[in-house]
């Protein structure tokens, strides 16, 4: 009798875990432009000067790059006036979240966050093996900050809050993220995703890093993927008082950011005033088309990110369809709605000459 070959085990934790699925690009078509809304890209190149750094750096790719990345982080360190120590820098601030959540959770730990939010945080929970507690968002695909804090536990080790919102765009106030703070345990960690921070103009929005300089149970995450047009390089950071900053770092894999990456994260701060520009530019784009919408009877959620949030419903794949047939990819998140990125006026034009049209025959 032969027997069962058997295979090798993997972890149960990863049983049903979520699939991250990115933007897609968008078919070409030989008759009209098509464009990519789908995954909160800068649409602007790179400054020649990133370019450049990168050129240079690419000479010493056959070196290992600086294990801590002391470059970077001794520039972080003097513009935001925090220690050099709090630091933990990766591959993006979502492949922080993962060695972060990895350092504080455990099988039985529970994970809090809003849904619907970044699609990256169940993944995150579950493969840390940590149970996903999932809380519903407000009237206005806000955070429900009360709701996030009732649902907290002996089980929970961590909370993360996405500020602006990754799909759905608003900003939490820092009034009431102060007050959340308040109500946490403090030997609980809040995580505050600031991925999209450079395109806040609301005065009254949560500033992470002041949060994080009177609370130690906080940390903060940045990216240089939006803002700083490096989406493709992988550059992040985590700031959080020690040992969390430490614990970070201690689940980092070895020589994670590469020279080049480091290189060009520089680049970007040396480069801020020309990318800041742009920035701007996006903004107004974004209340542009945020009044259009509006205008055409949309109800869309105030955004202070680089997208504006479409609440679809059932109708949230046949939406998506609709605008890939005139050349725009957009992201869907069926059953819930469609998140479409600002791009330059050209784009944001069409997309809402197809929203309106949709608009109108209801």
């Known amino acids: 009798m032969t027997a069962t070959p058997r295979t090798p085990r993997t972890r149960s934790a990863l049983v049903g875990v979520p699939t ?135 089980h929970t080790r961590a909370i993360i809050v996405c500020t602006p919102n990754n799909p759905t765009g608003p900003v939490i106030g820092h009034a009431e993220l102060s007050a959340f703070l308040a109500r946490v345990p403090s030997d609980v960690l809040v995580v505050i995703d600031e991925a999209y921070v450079q395109f806040i103009r609301d005065r009254e929005a949560a500033d992470g890093l002041a949060l994080y300089r009177d609370h130690p149970n906080v940390c903060v995450l940045r990216t240089f993927s939006k803002a700083y047009s490096l989406a493709n390089l992988r550059v992040g950071f985590a700031i959080a008082h020690e040992p969390v900053a430490a614990a970070i770092r201690a689940c980092t894999p070895p020589f994670a950011v590469s020279t080049v990456a480091e290189d060009a994260a520089l680049a970007a701060l040396a480069a801020e005033e020309t990318l800041f520009e742009r920035v701007e530019l996006l903004v107004k784009e974004r209340s ?40 725009i990819v957009v992201r869907a998140f069926s059953g819930d709605g469609c998140r479409v990125t600002v791009a330059e006026p050209e784009p944001n034009d069409l997309f809402l000459d197809v929203a309106a049209r949709w608009m109108a025959k209801g």
């Open 20 to 154: 991250y699925k990115p933007g897609r690009l968008p078919t070409p078509a030989a008759d009209k432009p098509t464009y990519k809304l789908s995954s909160n890209e800068n649409p602007y190149a790179p400054p020649e000067e990133l370019v450049e750094a990168v050129r240079g750096a690419a000479a010493g790719t056959n070196r290992y790059p600086d294990l801590a990345c002391r470059r970077l982080v001794t520039e972080l360190s003097t513009r935001f006036n925090v220690p050099f120590d709090n630091f933990a820098v990766g591959t993006g601030s979502v492949a922080l979240l993962y060695h972060l959540l990895q350092a504080t959770c455990e099988r039985g730990d529970e994970v809090i966050y809003a849904w619907r939010s970044f699609e990256a945080y169940p993944i995150a929970a579950q493969v840390a093996g940590a149970t996903r507690i999932e809380v519903p968002l407000a009237p206005g695909a806000r955070h429900d900050l009360d709701a996030m804090a009732d649902a907290i536990t002996e």
């Open 288 to 327: 542009r088309v945020l009044d259009a919408l509006r205008g055409q009877g949309w109800d869309v959620p105030t955004t202070e990110a680089n997208f504006v949030w479409l609440s679809l419903g059932e109708r949230t794949d046949e939406f998506a369809m609709t605008c890939e047939a005139e050349g």
